[in-house]
């Protein structure tokens, strides 16, 4: 009975001691930090943009973490800066991702600023990204034999176009273009006192 109570106490201070290391230390580090100079909270179009975002699973394939210049080619692909803290101070949650099937997103506004570009996108990644893998969302879009007034037509290539229609961008699709758009964090950040970032 004696060794059940060790081992029970030994299992207690090892879950002690990694609660406090991986949750209570960076919560007293990260708890004052302020946002980033530079960066705007979301609009309510950016935030429904966000829903849709996780909603259809981007998180899975794209990360929103570019890593620092010696750590990986990042930076050399055009994906920006490593990130600081106050960059993500309005992600809630965050979705940095685990995984880069596609490319990191965290300063795709900057990289691709044209609304346009990323409706097409969206629809048929083919179309403008020869040989991706990106699924297209169809399902984010109307087939309008003619576009209404204020309906936000999508200019395809040709050979992608459905003959004689028009594809419509529904309210989900500008939403999330609004939040692709909002992704940029490339403002100059200044180093913290003791000279990290």
């Known amino acids: 009975m004696e060794s059940e109570y060790k081992l029970l106490g ?43 975002y996780i909603k259809n699973g981007c998180v ?22 490593a990130p600081v803290a106050g960059d993500y101070f309005y992600d809630k949650p965050h979705l940095l991702g685990t995984m880069r099937t596609g490319p990191d ?4 506004g900057a990289r691709q600023p044209s609304a346009d570009w990323h409706l097409g996108h969206l ?3 083919r179309a403008y990204t020869p040989g991706s893998n990106m699924p297209s969302y169809p399902f984010l879009f109307d087939i309008k034999e ?19 229609e028009q594809v419509v961008a529904k309210p989900e699709a500008l939403d999330l273009v609004a939040y692709l758009l909002a992704l940029d964090r490339t403002y100059p950040v200044n180093p ?6």
């Open 146 to 164: 003619k576009a209404e007034s204020g309906d936000k037509v999508v200019a395809l290539p040709p050979e992608y176009a459905p003959v004689g």
């Open 10 to 52: 030994g299992a207690m201070v090892t879950l002690a001691l990694a609660t406090a290391t991986l949750v209570v230390l960076p919560y007293m580090q990260l708890a004052d930090v302020p946002p980033s100079e530079g960066l705007e909270p979301y609009t309510s179009q950016q935030l429904r943009g966000r829903e849709v």
């Open 105 to 108: 997103l965290l300063n795709i």
């Open 60 to 81: 899975y394939c794209h990360t929103q973490q570019p890593r620092a210049q010696a750590q990986a080619p990042d930076f050399k692909r055009g994906w920006g800066r």
């Open 123 to 125: 629809y048929q990644p």
């Open 192 to 197: 913290l006192p003791d000279g990290t970032k």
